[in-house]
């Protein structure tokens, strides 16, 4: 078997355990509860971590540093989902702006998270390994998206999965 074919037959192999991941993770998020979010976050840091070859103590700090800013992007998403809920009902022009400046601020906020979190996890990897872990990153994401919008892909009760889609296709 030449070197080629024998690289090829060992992505084939990674892609596969890859897309198996992915799959019990979406499993994991049908269930809709806080344990399973928890538990898919648990699982995409050890993928990842186990994917960098991280030593025991990087692993420990890369996981608390993304749990922690993971629970601080999300406090915050529910802050901006809030005010949007707020904003769809004012119809005052003044309130309204005041709403603005508020979401536009949190905005911000989120952003700032997301530039903090990337310096952090930068300084804890280096540049080689944080290159990676983007990359990693960047395909599990893909990957987990193209999974829910497949037609395929398992849905929880009552979940309206593809009806939006759908009815935007016809």
Not at 29 to 55: F, G, Q, R, V
Not at 116 to 139: A, P
Not at 153 to 169: E, R, T, W
């Amino acid at each position: 078997m030449t070197s080629l074919n024998k690289s090829f037959g060992n992505l084939q192999k990674v892609n596969l355990k890859l897309n198996r991941f992915i799959f019990c993770c979406l499993l994991l998020l049908n269930t809709s509860t806080l344990h399973a979010k928890n538990s898919l976050e648990e699982l995409i840091i050890w993928k990842i971590s186990d994917e960098l070859k991280l030593p025991a103590e990087a692993e420990k700090k890369f996981s608390e540093t993304l749990r922690l800013f993971n629970n601080k992007k999300n406090e915050t998403s529910q802050i901006i989902d809030g005010q949007i809920n707020v904003l769809k009902k004012i119809e005052n022009e003044k309130e309204r702006q005041i709403w603005l400046d508020r979401y536009r601020k949190s905005l911000v906020d989120y952003n700032s998270l997301v530039i903090n979190e990337h310096d952090e996890i930068k300084k804890i990897l280096g540049n080689h390994k944080f290159v990676k872990y983007l990359e990693l990153k960047s395909d599990l994401n893909s990957r987990i998206k193209n999974l829910m919008l497949s037609k395929d892909a398992p849905v929880s009760p009552g979940d309206k999965k593809n009806s939006n889609l759908d009815s935007n296709k016809k």
